[in-house]
DNA sequence: CCACATCCATGCCGTCAGGTTATAGGTGCA
DNA sequence: TGCACCTATAACCTGACGGCATGGATGTGG
């Protein structure tokens, strides 16, 4: 009995949301398809899943058995594919390197510089990940190595490494009154409009709006960005203001955009990350010695 | 990354086979579509699976990683679908029983009333298999209990017991010279055409062609049948002999067919199977129960 | 040396599955 | 009674998948 994965997410999200409604905006499907999605599933099966009713939709006897395994499962594809796809990046000798836009920024051709002397025959490839994914594409697999900006969601499953920290800086619209000051105060910065990452990014968005640092005062989200140049352009447009690593300043000036130095705010890490899989793999551990020896630079960046 | 399981079955089928030709008739498929689906799911993963050539399709690195893991996958979800029907089964009070055409024969009613009346608000659900399905859909869990022929293909990953033993007899054409014989014996048997099970039942043919007994002679194949309607009119029509358990001759008399005892060829076995997975069900058991009650009658059938 | 066999790839076309929007059909609630 | 929630159905569009016919490359045998 063959099916699509897909049908298998689909069935997954009406199981755990309760009703075809609430899955399908989930899914960003409209209900109806949702509804004929099911319904095949249950006739491809040959059985009934879910009893329906006004309130939605109740997973049956043997829908619970399918619910209970059907997301091991889907785990299982995932990670096999993950497997695949490391395969053929150590087959073609390329490594593949995540970075998160404004992670590791100047150093990060030192890096690869060193990495492609260090294993001539290999080439990096440089996939740079939007702030909707702040772990750069390693917790997916999708790449074997990341350079990020530290701490960020699911960091626990994986081995990571600081290479330098930075002090967090503030990018505002050059117009900003506060704009001129030389070093501010974070207080005056709380009741600001904010220019955040996407909701997706769970506690990293909240890293980056020093939620941490304000004591439960609630923020203003004024925009939401998931790349330099919308962040950049929004910053410009006064939608918000926004924290930046000190060397934005330098790799991400614009006009119309003026970084200026906060105080009462804790410093940012940078540092680089691999699955616990690649801790005997030489080539990762190369990268990750590239980063360790080439990334701080006496006298730059460091806090 | 979502893919259709009948694609990861193609996938397969490609890696062992080694050319798309053969895979593709393999599959019932045409080649063509076979080439656009592998290249479709090489595209999908975004990993070059094979290499093609003039020989075939060779598995590239990333796709022996696949192929290594793949058949685990679809296996997993098979076992997860039949978990959710027996679910299905149990939670509507339904024995899911699988019987072989002229397994249990006389029995099967016995057996079948006992069983309603020890487990009053159950039903079972009879299932008649084709000869192409020796476990009657045991070994695809289609079924929660299986009536069968022993010895069967896979009947060591399942739970058996025999119900009785009965001899086996031959079904010829009436027209046929030996047809008059009260008892034949073997020997003059082995050069008839015989009407045989498809291949696909594996060596369960092989045992009803009584090829243990032909010291290596070869057999004549007049027709290939999988159902009692087809091998009764097989053989009505002249294609062929085949070996029958002896209650055939009740169960299954038909104009044009006439039984003989057979000399010099083991008697045939009637057994009940079940999954190891079901050892502690009790509706399982009470089936199981009913058989070894009810099936046996005393002085009947029994060699 | 020229058919021939055996691979895989491509183009064209019909069919059907999956998606969309709009709407119907229930049922609890203010 | 009208609204707010569900799910189901209808009509329609697009694209994926499969089939056939054919092309292109490359060894093989008469």
């Not at 939605?56 to 058995?65: D, I, K």
Request: proline letters at 8%; glycine letters at 8%; one cysteine or more.
């Amino acid at each position: 009995m063959d099916v699509d994965t897909r049908l298998l997410r689909y069935f997954v999200a009406v199981a755990e949301e309760g009703t075809l409604t609430r899955a399908a905006e989930r899914l960003f499907v409209s209900q109806p398809a949702l509804t004929k999605q099911i319904k095949q599933l249950e006739t491809r099966l040959g059985v009934r899943l879910f009893t329906r009713s006004r309130t939605g939709m109740a997973l049956t006897e043997p829908g619970r058995a399918l619910a209970e395994r059907v997301p091991g499962l889907l785990a299982d594809w995932d990670q096999v594919l993950r497997e695949a796809k490391s395969a053929a990046g150590r087959a073609a000798r390329v490594l593949r390197v995540g970075f998160l836009a404004s992670a590791a920024n100047e150093a990060t051709p030192r890096i690869i510089t060193e990495f492609a002397r260090r294993r001539p025959g290999w080439r990096a490839d440089m996939r740079q990940a939007t702030w909707s994914n702040p772990s750069a594409g390693l917790a997916d697999g999708d790449v074997d190595v990341a350079l990020l900006r530290m701490p960020f969601p699911g960091q626990d499953a994986l081995r990571t490494a600081v290479l330098f920290t930075e002090p967090r800086w503030v990018a505002l619209p050059t117009g900003h009154p506060l704009a001129t000051c030389d070093l501010i105060a974070f207080d005056d910065l709380r009741d600001e409009p904010f220019v955040a990452a996407p909701p997706e990014s769970g506690w990293w968005r909240d890293h980056w709006l020093a939620v941490d640092e304000r004591d439960g005062h609630p923020v203003t989200i004024g925009a939401v960005t998931d790349q330099p140049d919308d962040w950049l352009s929004a910053i410009a447009n006064g939608y918000g203001i926004a924290f930046a690593p000190a060397s934005a300043a330098r790799f991400y000036a614009r006009p119309g955009v003026t970084y200026r130095p906060v105080s009462g705010i804790s410093p940012s890490r940078v540092g680089v990350a691999w699955s616990p899989a690649d801790d005997t793999d030489p080539v990762v551990q190369d990268f990750v010695r590239c980063c360790l020896d080439h990334g701080p630079r006496p006298g730059e960046n460091s806090a």
